[in-house]
């Protein structure tokens, strides 16, 4: 006589991580449901994974006996899935608001709007379901930000005109649609998540301006129309702080300490805190001390004026770069190395999580190969 089929079991999911999220496949008059525990199986064999591995297993069998218990007495009720009936853009939205109610501070979550409104630009069915989400959908979605989008906004349209998305953007945006369908997998929501059948979009290394010290020196000796820029930008220059944090600094973050002036702020990018000592030429660019809560900076312009303040200011100061105010960053860490800093303090100045991040301004700045181009000997070339 056959046995006959398990009506509840315990399964397990491999995870990107590594790990295994356990549920249960239930299977009740023809029809399959699952019920995803929030249990997890840690990757690894040590004495002390395994011992975890043990308990979140016993546990799991527990969770699976109480279901079969239920079902035995007729009180487990099957319910279709319900994925079946979630809106994809219902979902996302909500993923974008929990991520920006978990962090406000972060910029991250603003990335997660940005791309809804290039996903409601590709898709014109709003109701379409996550189910209907599949790799055919993803990979439209992948050419259209590649080939099709536009950057779009007020300051976008004004400066730019119709201008292309970027790849860096468009490998972003591509981001949060990924982890968007992974969250639904790891959700139970779908049965397989289509971005891991198509490949991601890479990203394409921008060209890092930045200033000499000879170029800041020249900046500092000319005027400027709108002097809250020059000061702002300046002390972006010396101090390698960006917009975000310039523009939101009171003096209640400033601390003096011995002969250090020291900052002590959240970056509003990262969300971290950091310490940021600064010097005595950057501590002049501050001005008259104000009440703790007072703005240290509290005439910061639109970026369309900064911008272009920007570009007058260093045409009249003859320097032909295109200058943004991003790049007073990029100058005090290209200043940093060439004065002989180490790469893991530029790092922490600069706030960087990974000195991986900071890698790249050692490759701007590549003291090695200029040295090595300069033991090229004297040639006799001859006149032309």
Known sequence: MAKSKEPIRLRKRKLKDGTYSLYLDIYIEGERSYEYLKLYLLPGTSKEVRAKNKETMLLAEAVKSKRIVEFQNGRFSFKKPTY??????????????????????????????????????????????????????????????????????????????????????????????????????????????????????????????????????????????????????????????????????????????????????????????????????????????????????PFMHSISLIEDTLKSWTTEAGIKKHITFHCGRHTFATLMLDLGTDLFTVSKLLGHRDVKTTQIYAKILDKNKQEAVSKIPKIDIGEK
């Not at 972060?106 to 996903?119: A, F």
């Not at 998305?165 to 591509?174: D, G, R």
């Open 84 to 297: 079946e009936k979630i809106k994809f853009f219902d979902y996302y939205k909500a993923l974008s608001e929990q991520k920006k109610q978990e962090n406000p501070k972060r910029q991250n979550w603003g990335d997660w709007y940005s791309n809804m409104k290039h996903m409601e630009k590709y898709e014109t069915n709003h109701a379409i379901l996550l189910r209907d989400i599949d790799v055919k959908w993803v990979e439209g979605y992948k050419t259209y930000l590649l080939t099709k989008s536009t950057a779009f906004g007020s300051r976008y349209m004004k400066s730019y005109g119709d201008r292309h998305l970027s790849q860096n953007s468009a490998q972003t945006y591509f981001r949060k649609l990924r982890a968007c369908l992974n969250k639904a997998f790891e959700d139970g929501l779908i049965d397989e998540n289509p971005c891991r059948r198509v490949e991601s979009i890479k990203g394409k290394e921008g060209t890092r301006m930045y200033l000499t010290l000879e170029e800041v020196r020249l900046l500092a000796a000319t005027p400027c129309r709108y002097p809250d820029i020059k000061r702002s930008f300046l002390f972006s220059c010396l101090t390698g702080l960006r917009k975000s944090d310039i523009e939101k600094l009171v003096w209640g973050e400033i601390h003096k300490q011995g002969d250090y002036t020291r900052i002590i702020f959240t970056q509003k990018k990262t969300g971290g805190l950091e310490y940021l000592d600064i010097s005595p030429e950057a501590e002049k660019l501050l001005g008259e001390r104000g009440k703790e809560s007072d703005l240290v900076f």
